[in-house]
């Protein structure tokens, strides 16, 4: 496999340090051309200086100056703003960029990516679920790709590279059902934020880790799949696998299941993405299947988990319907985070925001972009 060069937005993010890691495990096959961050200006040098690349950028302009000073030894070019980052992943020296910006932040980049016919790596589900006609399209326009690195996207894919062309009858999107997945709904609802980000089984950021909570992420995962794998949300099953082991499964017509199984070690997708076709070893834990001795599997309960009905609903309804509601999203877990709401307030007010939308059944970029101001005003204004 020929040396492959990687740009990486959102280096300093779960995914990111995630990503560098597999690079530093492999520095024969990766090498990293550009990274960026939103504000952790520190972090982001010193991963510069280790990975000696080319472009440095920073989405906080404010902290454009420090990162300069940082690097002041070093060759390599500093830049601020997102409109830098549209560019810098569209040069000649990207082979593979790994999109692992949070939120609706992610949208401009990915797109910009495509539209240079990039490889792009994918974890920021936000962008399919804002735009997911608007990105598959343009990466279809321009010959570009779409690698899954979610867990669940990434074992569908692998999965679906088994079928050798027969019909699927269903996805498996499996869900470890979070931290309060054995709490009643009165206990629920009196979670702080610090106890909705202690996650059983994945180390993950913040507004993920929330997000998994409250089973909002395993909904943007269903609008996801439908965008990636071009398959009916109806099709689409969540069942509860608390062990996270089975990252999803794929059935067939006749009745066979193909599961993806391993570890829960977000390298292994990443791994995966990076070095597609082949495969890579990243040094994660492997699978001792006497040590866990039994699997299991539930229903989501849609009462106590209110977010993923949600998705549902919102995915059934289309056009700009699943950006109002990641816009929404987006600003209820950021209060959460601050204990300015809670645990229910997120799903409460979502819902609200949904119901006040302007409503765009054919959607363009700009109305994607304008929705997602709207809604994250209106949501402001239920916390305020």
């Known amino acids: 496999m020929a040396k492959r060069r990687i ?29 960026s961050a939103r504000s ?46 549209c560019n810098l992943v569209k040069s000649d020296g990207v082979d593979i960029v790994v999109g692992a910006m949070v939120g609706f932040s992610g949208l401009r980049p990915t797109l910009a990516a495509l539209e240079a016919g990039k490889i792009v790596a994918l ?39 088994a079928a050798q062309g027969n019909e699927v009858e269903k996805i498996h999107l499996t869900a470890s059902g979070g931290p309060f997945r054995t709490w009643d709904r009165k206990t ?8 909705a980000l202690k996650h059983p089984n994945w180390d993950m950021g913040a507004k993920v880790t929330i997000d998994s909570a409250t089973m909002m992420n395993k909904g943007f995962e269903v609008i996801e799949a439908k965008w990636l794998f071009d398959i009916d949300p109806s099709r689409i099953h969540v069942v509860v696998h608390p062990e996270s082991i089975i990252h999803s499964m794929v059935e067939f017509a006749d009745g066979a299941v193909i599961a993806q199984m391993g570890c829960p ?57 699943p950006c109002a509601l990641n816009a929404a999203n987006e600003v209820t877990v950021a209060a959460y985070l601050k204990d300015m709401i809670s645990f229910y307030d997120i799903a409460r007010i979502n819902e609200k925001c949904l119901a006040g939308m302007t409503f765009a059944a054919n ?14 005003a209106i949501a402001n204004g239920y916390i305020d």
């Open 188 to 195: 629920i609802a009196g979670a702080r934020a610090s106890q």
């Open 7 to 35: 740009a990486i937005l959102g280096s300093t993010g779960s995914i990111g340090t995630q990503t560098l890691d597999v690079v530093r495990q492999h520095p024969d096959l990766f090498e990293v051309d550009m990274i």
């Open 40 to 85: 952790n200006a520190d972090l982001l040098a010193a991963q510069a200086r280790e990975f000696n690349v080319n472009h440095v950028a920073i989405c906080d302009e404010t902290r454009y100056d420090t990162l300069c000073d940082t690097l002041k030894d070093c060759d390599c070019k500093v830049w601020s703003g997102i409109g830098s980052i």
């Open 363 to 376: 959607p363009s970029i700009e109305d994607i972009f304008e929705t997602n101001k709207e809604i994250a």
């Open 265 to 321: 070690d977000m390298r292994e997708p990443i791994g995966f993405a990076l070095s597609f076709p082949s495969r890579v070893t990243v040094g994660n834990r492997k699978l001792d299947f006497a040590a866990i001795g039994s699997l299991t599997f539930e229903e989501p309960d849609l009462d106590r988990f209110p977010c993923l009905r949600l998705a549902y609903e919102a995915i059934a309804r289309g056009g700009n319907t």
């Open 123 to 161: 974890a920021n589900k936000e962008t399919l679920v804002a735009a997911g006609n608007i990105v598959t399209r343009t990466m279809r326009e321009h010959n570009a790709v779409i690698l899954p690195v979610d867990s669940e996207h990434s074992a569908i894919f692998q999965c679906l590279l």
